[in-house]
């Protein structure tokens, strides 16, 4: 009889273990540096695509992803609630405070380098790559480098998704931005007005999704799932009188 409540009790923590890790509860460690000047304005652009993170929302806390945390660019829009890690060193730690960041960019790997000498964001290393003022919040500038503890939190959006149309006539290029919730996509179909199927939609790059099908004088719609399973169909979201490299806003959010 022990055994079985032994057992049972073991099920149980494991369930309750797992079921932390899945809603992003679990503090995991890291390194973090910084990037892109006390104005941030070198982070502009970067591997989501997002192009001018003032105006499109993202603003001075964003952050650099390394090999490991960054997949390939499914991380993109991704949160991250980051604390300097007094326990590890505290030299270089700033007490009581926290910032959260959202993945706008990649830290690409230098194989030149030693990872534990310069090579931060080498894998297998998880590490943050911040823009300057996120990591002035929890570290000291003189240090350079810090130890942290992470985790994935919701992403908290002013309005709607946001939908911007680039590409050219049977390549349509569409970047989203201003997801709430998990932040990151993990598919997305397109439907032209004068279609009455939905087209699965491929990543190109980041945040970016294309279609190889001429849609040019459609009004579109998009089905966008996030990594949480959230599916929201923005109907109509584009007119039918849309034109390359205009952005359009819904009024539709998922839900944190």
């Known amino acids: 009889m022990a055994g079985a409540y032994a057992r049972a009790a073991f099920v149980?923590?494991?369930?309750?273990?797992?079921?932390?890790?899945?809603?992003?509860?679990?503090?995991?460690?890291?390194?973090?540096?910084?990037?892109?000047?006390?104005?941030?304005?070198?982070t502009m652009g970067g591997a989501c695509g997002y192009g001018n993170l003032y105006a499109q929302g993202y603003g001075?806390?964003?952050?650099?992803?390394?090999?490991?945390?960054?997949?390939?660019?499914?991380?993109?829009?991704?949160?991250?609630?980051?604390?300097?890690d007094r326990k590890t060193d505290r030299t270089w730690?700033?007490?009581?405070?926290?910032?959260?960041?959202?993945?706008?960019?990649?830290?690409?790997?230098?194989?030149?380098?030693?990872?534990?000498?310069?090579?931060?964001?080498?894998p297998p290393r998880p590490h943050f790559d911040m823009a300057q003022p996120a990591w002035e919040k929890i570290g000291v500038y003189?240090?350079?480098?810090?130890?942290?503890?992470?985790?994935?939190?919701?992403?908290?959006?002013?309005?709607?998704?946001?939908?911007?149309?680039?590409?050219?006539?049977?390549?349509n290029l569409v970047l989203v931005t201003n997801v709430a919730g998990p932040g990151s996509i993990r598919a997305m179909d397109v439907r032209g007005s004068r279609s009455p199927d939905w087209m699965p939609m491929a990543r190109n790059w980041g945040a970016n999704w294309h279609s190889l099908t001429y849609l040019t004088g459609q009004g579109l719609s998009f089905r966008v799932t996030v990594t949480d399973g959230q599916t929201i169909v923005f109907a109509n979201v584009v007119p039918p009188?849309?034109?390359?490299?205009?952005?359009?806003?819904?009024?539709?959010?998922?839900?944190?």
């Open 93 to 122: 730690c700033k007490p009581g405070v926290s910032v959260t960041v959202t993945a706008t960019n990649f830290c690409p790997p230098n194989w030149s380098i030693p990872s534990d000498r310069g090579g931060w964001c080498n």
């Open 12 to 42: 149980l923590a494991l369930g309750c273990a797992l079921a932390a890790v899945a809603a992003g509860q679990e503090w995991l460690r890291a390194h973090a540096t910084f990037y892109g000047g006390a104005d941030a304005s070198g």
């Open 60 to 84: 001075t806390r964003t952050t650099a992803l390394s090999t490991a945390l960054f997949g390939d660019g499914a991380s993109c829009g991704q949160c991250y609630k980051l604390v300097c």
């Open 241 to 256: 009188n849309w034109r390359f490299g205009q952005s359009f806003a819904s009024n539709l959010q998922f839900k944190l």
């Open 142 to 171: 003189r240090g350079g480098i810090i130890p942290v503890i992470y985790k994935r939190v919701s992403c908290v959006k002013k309005g709607g998704v946001r939908f911007a149309v680039n590409g050219h006539d049977y390549f």
